[in-house]
């Protein structure tokens, strides 16, 4: 796979690539809710989307008619500074107009995980249709080659006709996620990246190493913000093409 095969754009530095990450996901909502009246978008966690979220947040997007779900959450204490959900309350949700009902957390609380993933699978594909179809998944890339909560090696990975997973314990924590299943399906996915820490994983993912959880992420659609830092290691990809 080339690495042409990956459509991407490359900011100065973090800010400027959180402002274009937010810009992106904005006109994705304008247009899924001229097209559908609504629009469905999947957040995943992580430092890098942080100050996305924040500018978000001030982006003139018609809330009443946003479904937000998590792309993954760990399986960690309400309020625990390790859940996604923190940190998408803070930086996101308490800042925006968006109907309690319209926010679909993964039920990592429920004393019975399983089967209280049935039952959420269930509700999202009332929301999403069956096969479940969202608008847009923003997601990022770990420096092991992992995205969403899909790990190297883990059983999540290779789950089928499933819209949700539970993963294998990960830096201390389990985690609940999206499947490759419904990642796939989505109508635009948005990768972020962002830091030089991530210079190397990033050129193996763009010329789809298959090694890596990413590269199993279909590429139609979809679209690469990566900031200068963790594009580094890309010059060298485009002299080898």
Request: hydrophobic share 50%; with cysteine.
């Amino acid at each position: 796979m080339s690495a042409a095969s990956l459509p991407r754009e490359v900011y100065a530095d973090a800010a400027e690539l959180a402002q274009a990450a937010a810009t992106e996901i904005a006109a994705a909502a304008a247009q899924a809710i001229a097209e559908r009246g609504q629009f469905l978008l999947a957040l995943s966690g992580g430092q890098t989307p942080q100050e996305m979220l924040r500018a978000l947040a001030v982006k003139p997007i018609d809330w009443s008619r946003v479904h937000l779900l998590q792309v993954d959450e760990r399986i960690a204490p309400l309020g625990h500074s390790a859940r996604n959900l923190t940190q998408l309350q803070e930086t996101l949700l308490a800042h925006v107009p968006i109907p309690a009902a319209q926010v679909h957390l993964l039920p990592v609380d429920a004393i019975d995980p399983q089967a209280a993933m049935a039952a959420c699978e269930a509700q999202l594909r009332q929301l999403m249709g069956d096969p479940p179809q969202l608008d847009l998944v923003q997601l990022g890339l770990g420096g092991d080659g992992h995205t969403a909560s899909l790990l190297p090696g883990d059983a999540a990975l290779d789950v089928t006709g499933q819209a949700l997973a539970v993963s294998a314990c990960y830096q201390g924590w389990r985690r609940m996620t999206l499947t490759r299943h419904v990642i796939n399906r989505a109508r635009r996915v948005l990768w972020l990246v962002s830091g030089a820490d991530k210079a190397a994983v990033l050129a193996r993912f763009v010329v789809g190493d298959a090694a890596l959880p990413a590269s199993r992420i279909r590429r139609e659609n979809a679209l690469l913000l990566c900031d200068v830092a963790a594009a580094g290691d890309l010059a060298a990809l485009e002299e080898g093409d």
